[in-house]
């Protein structure tokens, strides 16, 4: 009883995502990853987030050495048709892409090659692997600055294996590296562990980025169940968001 009591309430209205204007986290090329499935489903997905506000959506398909091997022709390919199809429909939306890299062998890789993908002022938008970091995070992260990288990494509270760990948060951000949230991990939907380092990171005001991370209609609703948790509004209010500079 006592435990309902003091759980927070909804909020009433949902939250304006307007003013955020640019979302840089999605899977909207079909097929080419695990997002949108088809031409129809990202159709559908874009119109949605017009509606919501949104005037920029900057998708990122999964990049990984060994389950999504895309490459820039791929996505370039990808990305080129779906505008195609925009202008058919007449949906005004800026569609621009770049990657969502997975840090594992084949990225380093790449980075060695030069072939990395980034969006805005040459932001790099990472993912760690879920069961642990990379041994070598710190010494990449050192390395891919001194190329002039603006890394930012997806998603930091769903890296369940930091959830006692919070200095290493810190860590990364003296580093420099920037903090993109995403939005729908504050329904708990994921698990409440995710939910409940996504809002001490609001708390701690490391959140520098909020993300859709859109791969199907399951996503939105997601997102739109969000707009109504208290801390959207905070962290939208906080002034610390920095999408609209995208």
């Known amino acids: 009883m006592f435990g309902n009591f003091f759980k927070p309430k909804k909020l009433k209205h949902p939250v304006d995502l307007s003013g955020l204007i640019t979302d840089m986290h999605s899977h909207l090329i079909p097929g080419i990853d695990d997002g949108s499935p088809d031409m129809e489903t990202s159709l559908t997905l874009i119109r949605e987030m017009k509606a919501l506000g949104y005037r920029k959506l900057i998708t990122t398909p999964h990049i990984s050495s060994d389950i999504y091997p895309n490459t820039p022709e791929i996505i370039k390919k990808g990305v080129n048709l779906l505008n ?10 800026t569609i621009e892409a770049a990657a969502e890299y997975m840090i594992d062998d084949g990225f380093e ?14 932001y790099l938008l990472v993912e760690l692997p879920y ?12 390395d891919l600055q001194i190329k002039g990288y603006r890394i930012m990494l997806a998603h930091p509270e769903r890296y369940l294996f930091w959830f006692n760990d ?5 860590d990364l951000k003296n580093r420099g590296v920037y903090f993109q949230m995403n939005i729908n991990s504050l329904t708990g939907h994921f698990s409440k562990e995710v939910k409940k380092q996504a809002e001490k990171l609001i708390d701690a005001d490391m959140i520098d980025f909020l993300g859709s991370d859109l791969h199907n209609l399951n996503y939105l609703q ?6 109504y948790e208290p801390y959207l509004e905070k962290i939208i209010r906080s002034g610390n968001i920095q999408n609209h500079l995208l």
């Open 84 to 93: 195609e199809k925009l202008r058919e429909e007449n949906i005004r939306m």
């Open 222 to 227: 997601l997102l739109k169940n969000s707009l």
């Open 109 to 122: 890789k790449l980075f060695e090659k030069g072939l990395l993908q980034t969006f805005s002022n040459n």
């Open 166 to 170: 919070f200095k290493k948060f810190e």
């Open 131 to 142: 069961y642990q970091a990379p041994p070598n995070l710190y010494e990449l992260t050192f």
